[in-house]
């Protein structure tokens, strides 16, 4: 997410994100990175429980599997959602199963489902999604923090108007560093 100036000043959030460096305009929950990194670790984890003992199969390996599936899933829902504010809190449940499935690889691991090479290289990956997951949140609440003091400092916009100035190149360049 990040702040942009209309051509009459009034700032607005919307779906970029800074990507290698260059601005680029997300068009799907499918280009957030987080999101790729979560499927992927979504279908490590399947192939994965497969392993595990079928008595397990209601148990851990259910748990584990609806965990893992619930990460992309709800940052596909939050994706969707209008509201900065919704979309936080979406992130937030996908980031709270991150953790849930870092605890069920531990249960693996200890009752010896789940070997110390794949326990750390699993732990691993559900941390970078964790933390992926902290970035995004943090970036979408310095935004709203940002669209407050903007509103409060501009006036009402009417975009209609003649006498609305253009927002300066300068101007831009202190939203878009």
Not at 74 to 82: A, L, Q, V
Not at 85 to 107: P, R
Not at 117 to 144: C, E, G, P, Y
């Amino acid at each position: 997410m990040a702040l942009h100036a209309c051509r009459h000043g009034a700032a607005r959030l919307h779906s970029c994100l800074w990507l290698n460096n260059m601005k680029t305009k997300l068009k799907s929950f499918k280009d957030l990175i987080v999101w790729q990194l979560a499927s992927q670790f979504s279908k490590d984890v399947y192939e994965l429980t497969k392993k595990f003992p079928t008595k397990e199969k209601y148990s851990l390996t259910d748990d584990l599997l609806r965990a893992a599936r619930s990460i992309p899933a709800n940052i596909s829902e939050g994706w969707g959602r209008r509201f900065p504010k919704e979309k936080i809190s979406f992130y937030n449940i996908a980031s709270g199963s991150a953790e849930e499935c870092a605890n069920h690889l531990i249960e693996a691991f200890n009752v010896g489902y789940l070997n110390a090479v794949d326990h750390a290289r699993f732990q691993k990956n559900v941390h970078i999604i964790s933390v992926k997951l902290t970035n995004l949140i943090t970036r979408i609440r310095k935004d709203i923090v940002i669209l407050r003091q903007r509103s409060v400092t501009s006036t009402k916009c009417d975009c209609n108007s003649a006498s609305v100035p253009n927002v300066s190149t300068a101007q831009r360049a202190k939203v878009f560093p």
